[in-house]
């Protein structure tokens, strides 16, 4: 079994900044790409950034140029940084990893975090 555990999310105020963490346990092989996701009151899921396993990145257009997503694989850990925050990016942020576990480690299966808020507000 793996889980994943969010932290870094809470209030901050337009312009600020925060940084998201999304660490990985349990009967891990290998950890493929991994992801941000988000999801407004009301509205779908949205894809934020995707890191692969070799660290290319990349983001959804309303985030590009503000937000950085990297990987830290001896941590099994993802992280996103976010800058120059605004109000719609107030969402339940969620990370998302591919995950190849013991005893099947040619079998790759994706695994959610439990969400982390962020609100952005003055």
């Known amino acids: 079994q793996v889980h994943l555990v969010e932290s870094g999310g809470g209030l901050v105020q337009p312009g600020g900044s925060l940084r998201l963490s999304c660490a990985a346990s349990g009967s891990i092989f290998s950890i493929f790409a991994m992801a941000w996701y988000r999801q407004a009151p009301g509205k779908q899921r949205e894809l934020v950034a995707t890191?692969?396993?070799?660290?290319?990145?990349n983001y959804a257009g309303s985030v590009e140029g503000r937000f950085t997503i990297s990987r830290d694989n001896a941590k099994n850990t993802v992280y996103l940084q976010m800058n120059s925050l605004k109000p719609e990016d107030t969402s339940v942020y969620y990370c998302n990893m591919g995950v190849s576990s013991y005893p099947l480690i040619y079998s790759t299966r994706d695994y959610w975090g439990q969400g982390t808020q962020v609100t952005v507000s003055s």
């Open positions: 890191i692969t396993g070799g660290g290319s990145a």
